[in-house]
C-alpha cells in the first residue's frame, strides 16, 4: 500500500509558498519563473491524486476507516490511498472513496447509509463489507461463503460498525 499525503502536503505547501512570492514579487522575468514552477506543481499535484484509488477522510484515524484500509489492501492487488479533507472538485471516478463524501461507503449522512435488521448502522467498514466481502472471502477459497460472510458480519464487522 502506498500513502500519497506526505508528497502532497509538500507540493501543496510549495505551491502555497509560490502563490504568495507571484502576488508580491516586482520582477516580471522572476515572476513568470514562480508562475511556471506553480503550473508545474499543479500538474503534478493532479497526477499525484490520479494515481490515487482509494480515499478516505484526513486528520484523526478511525477504526472503521483503519479497518476498511486493511481490508481494502486485502482485497485490491495495490491500494494506493490518499487521505483528504474533502474530495470536492476531485474526480472520484474508478475510485474507491470511504468514510468521506456522502457516498456509497460513507456513513455520514443523514439517513446513515443504512443499517441492519438488528438496527446497528453501518459504518464504513459495514458498507465495504456488504459490497465486497463475498467476492474476499471467494478469492481466498473460502468452502462457504455465505456462512463464513455471516459469521465475519456477526462477530467482528458489526462491533466496529457499533462504536462508531
Same mark, same amino acid.
Given at each position: 500500500?502506498?500513502?500519497?499525503?506526505?508528497?502532497?502536503?509538500?507540493? %501543496?505547501?510549495?505551491?502555497?509558498?509560490?502563490? +504568495?512570492?507571484?502576488?508580491? &514579487?516586482?520582477?516580471? &522575468? !522572476?515572476?513568470?519563473?514562480?508562475?511556471?514552477?506553480?503550473? &508545474?506543481?499543479?500538474?503534478? *499535484?493532479?497526477?499525484?491524486?490520479?494515481?490515487?484509488?482509494?480515499?478516505?477522510?484526513?486528520?484523526?484515524?478511525? @477504526?472503521?476507516? /483503519?479497518?476498511?484500509? /486493511?481490508?481494502?489492501? !486485502?482485497?485490491?492487488?495495490?491500494?494506493?490511498?490518499?487521505? *483528504?479533507? #474533502?474530495?470536492?472538485?476531485?474526480?472520484?471516478?474508478?475510485?474507491? @472513496?470511504?468514510?468521506?463524501?456522502?457516498?456509497?461507503?460513507?456513513?455520514?449522512? +443523514?439517513?446513515?447509509?443504512?443499517? !441492519?435488521?438488528?438496527?446497528? =448502522? =453501518?459504518?464504513?467498514?459495514? *458498507?465495504?463489507?456488504? &459490497?465486497?466481502?463475498?467476492? =474476499?472471502?471467494? +478469492?481466498?477459497? @473460502?468452502?462457504? /461463503?455465505?456462512? #463464513?460472510?455471516?459469521?465475519?458480519? #456477526?462477530?467482528?464487522? %458489526?462491533?466496529?460498525?457499533? #462504536?462508531?
Amino acid at each position: 500500500m502506498h500513502l500519497l499525503n506526505e508528497e502532497i502536503r509538500c507540493i %501543496q505547501n510549495t505551491m502555497s509558498h509560490l502563490k +504568495k512570492w507571484i502576488s508580491i &514579487e516586482t520582477d516580471s &522575468e !522572476r515572476k513568470e519563473s514562480y508562475k511556471k514552477r506553480y503550473d &508545474e506543481l499543479e500538474e503534478l *499535484l493532479t497526477k499525484k491524486l490520479d494515481d490515487a484509488n482509494c480515499i478516505t477522510h484526513s486528520g484523526k484515524f478511525h @477504526v472503521d476507516d /483503519i479497518i476498511s484500509t /486493511i481490508f481494502l489492501s !486485502r482485497l485490491k492487488k495495490d491500494v494506493i490511498l490518499i487521505r *483528504l479533507p #474533502t474530495i470536492k472538485n476531485i474526480n472520484v471516478e474508478n475510485k474507491i @472513496v470511504y468514510d468521506i463524501g456522502l457516498g456509497e461507503f460513507d456513513h455520514h449522512q +443523514k439517513n446513515r447509509n443504512g443499517k !441492519r435488521k438488528n438496527g446497528i =448502522y =453501518y459504518s464504513s467498514i459495514g *458498507l465495504l463489507w456488504k &459490497e465486497f466481502g463475498k467476492d =474476499y472471502l471467494e +478469492k481466498l477459497n @473460502v468452502k462457504n /461463503i455465505d456462512k #463464513t460472510f455471516e459469521y465475519m458480519d #456477526t462477530e467482528l464487522i %458489526q462491533y466496529i460498525d457499533a #462504536t462508531d
